[in-house]
């Protein structure tokens, strides 16, 4: 379903963009058979059958452009005047009432069910059933293909929906600059990711939301604060997830409807055109289809956090229902990049350990555990393939350790993996208090002693004449590794096999990663209507490997000030978005 024609196209119209419109998920999938027939439908609802509900998205007031990813409307052949137009700020505003045919005048929103570190949840349901939850604001408008590729485009904070669950549908500026920033950085970062199009505010409309009072420590929020609403608009080739898996597993399972377990295979064939076309063949039968989508998504999951441990990431909120089945990353609500190295690091206020940055891991297998259990109604008449999807199951924990150790030999400079090395390192590292990326980036220049090194020491460590007696000694053994695992080219003077090496490690670990403590100020700013710093950190972001200026580097790449430790909005974040 993803490879058609890969003719480049220009658009430079919405008419263009219309042109361009294939509608797969909405021909191929059922509606809600109690949805409305003008998708009028804000109200929360118990949704019972079917696999999505045509939800028309409500436009915000007075709508005003704050930026687009020039890079990404590079790569879809989008002009960049399209992002001011009149008719397609009107559209990715929420206002879809005077679109060229075939575009449709409504969008669409998806149920799924909820799993938390692989526990089945019902409660967030308003209903208590799990038939009530799902894209409660984020509603899509858009799914085509363009240059040869398969795309969703969703409004995040597009109105309600029957899945709203009490809440206003809407998206504040805040969050709405953080995903919106988020998304194009991790591209840029080789992190599969959904993108980011357009980043839309009201001049006039706020919502209220709960927050923190200034200088707060507090890890619960304290005022309800006003906020100018805005919609950012996400693309990814499909927005389903582990969750909606999920939400039609359990209703096969329990027999839920006369049609549960039709919908589930549907879904899952659905997910396989989507998102898994190039690797598992067409004429497959269904069940062998479904153990190579697990093989398949077990490869796509462990790589995906591997490569978010790499970069210093955390996911914060890492439930099925926020978990990609397509393997990228989604969903940046309290999302964090680490600043001291601190393996139970959680940006997340509610997130616990189960969600902290080295246990994203753990995380994962529950989430891929829930997945097998989703796809578990479509073998049971056959016990061979329960017994391969149990396997597949099984060996997650295996294939996400051979990932990490492949990731943390890369993030090193080694060619293979040395336990006793980088524990001693791990150690080190919280014991001298450590800024996790400028460690890594100042190890990249291959250094002769520990002076670069240090440039990442918190606190007063680089008085510590034990501590640093102890980083020359982990320094030796390491350059001395790197110097046997790196040595195979014999005509290389030493000089060039450093460069070489210092490369190599530089395109593995960045230099600039998107810091809660940088996008504050951001937001601030905006809110005043002044967006340059959103036009900045989109630079620099979108360049995270590159030395960059001067300037941009005493800006950016420093240790956290330590005012900003603990303090609530900047060293910890709330779902309130």
């Not at 069940?287 to 995906?304: G, P």
């Not at 450093?498 to 403590?517: A, F, V």
């Amino acid at each position: 379903m993803n490879s058609t024609n890969k003719t480049s196209v220009e658009v430079k119209t919405l008419d263009d963009l219309a042109a361009l419109a294939d509608y797969s998920l909405m021909e191929t999938l059922s509606a809600d058979p109690e949805a409305t027939a003008d998708g009028v439908d804000h109200a929360p609802r118990q949704v019972f059958s079917g696999h999505f509900v045509p939800v028309k998205p409500t436009p915000i007031e007075n709508p005003v452009y704050i930026a687009h990813s020039e890079n990404f409307f590079r790569e879809l052949g989008f002009d960049d005047s399209l992002a001011t137009s009149e008719d397609f700020m009107r559209m990715f505003s929420g206002d879809t009432s005077r679109l060229p045919e075939p575009l449709k005048k409504f969008g669409w929103a998806t149920g799924y069910a909820l799993s938390i570190y692989g526990s089945e949840y019902y409660e967030q349901c308003p209903f208590r059933t799990g038939n009530g939850y799902g894209d409660g604001r984020a509603v899509s408008i858009f799914e085509g293909v363009i240059n040869g590729k398969r795309w969703e485009m969703q409004l995040k904070g597009g109105g309600r929906t029957p899945y709203c669950r009490g809440a206003d549908g809407r998206a504040v500026l805040r969050s709405s600059i953080r995903e919106f920033l988020a998304q194009e950085h991790m591209h840029a970062l080789g992190v599969p990711t959904s993108r980011s199009l357009t980043l839309y505010t009201s001049k006039t409309e706020k919502v209220k939301r709960p927050w923190f009072t200034k200088g707060s420590y507090s890890r619960d929020p304290e005022v309800m604060i006003d906020e100018a609403v805005a919609i950012t608009t996400r693309v990814a080739p499909s927005f389903i997830r582990v969750g909606q898996l999920e939400l039609f597993g359990r209703r096969a399972r329990k027999n839920e409807h006369p049609k549960a377990m039709e919908e589930l295979e549907t879904m899952v064939l659905h997910l396989i055109d989507r998102e898994y076309s190039e690797v598992i063949d067409a004429h497959l039968p269904t069940q062998e289809k479904v153990l190579v989508l697990a093989r398949e998504f077990r490869k796509r999951l462990t790589s995906l956090v591997a490569n978010w441990i790499r970069v210093g990431y955390c996911q914060g909120n890492f439930n099925s229902d926020n978990c990609a089945a397509g393997g990228f990353t989604l969903d940046y609500g309290p999302f964090g990049f680490i600043d001291m190295f601190d393996p139970r690091y959680q940006p997340w206020t509610g997130g616990g350990v189960h969600f902290s940055f080295l246990n994203q891991p753990q995380a994962a297998e529950r989430n891929f555990h829930m997945f097998c259990m989703a796809l578990k109604p479509l073998l049971e008449s056959d016990q061979d393939a329960l017994d391969q999807l149990d396997e597949i199951r099984q060996g997650f924990p295996k294939v996400m350790q051979g990932e990490m150790i492949k990731m943390w030999a890369s993030k090193l400079g080694l060619q293979t993996f040395n336990a006793a090395l980088f524990n001693e390192l791990v150690t080190l590292m919280v014991e001298t208090s450590v800024d996790y990326t400028i460690f890594f980036r100042e190890l990249s220049t291959v250094p002769e002693d520990i002076a670069p090194l240090t440039k990442s020491f918190y606190g007063d460590a680089v008085l510590n004449e034990k501590i640093l007696n102890r980083w020359t000694e982990w320094l030796e053994k390491w350059r001395s590794l790197v110097h046997t695992t790196n040595s195979a080219d014999i005509n290389a003077t030493s000089a060039e096999s450093r460069e070489k090496l210092s490369n190599q490690m530089k395109s593995i670990n960045p230099k600039y990663t998107l810091r809660e403590w940088f996008l504050v100020p951001a937001y601030k700013q905006a809110t005043n209507g002044d967006y340059t710093l959103i036009k900045e950190l989109q630079e620099v972001m979108t360049h995270p490997y590159a030395e960059q200026s001067k300037a941009i580097e005493e800006k950016y790449y420093r240790e956290k000030p330590s005012e900003f430790f603990e303090i609530a909005g900047i060293s910890h974040v709330t779902c309130s978005s």
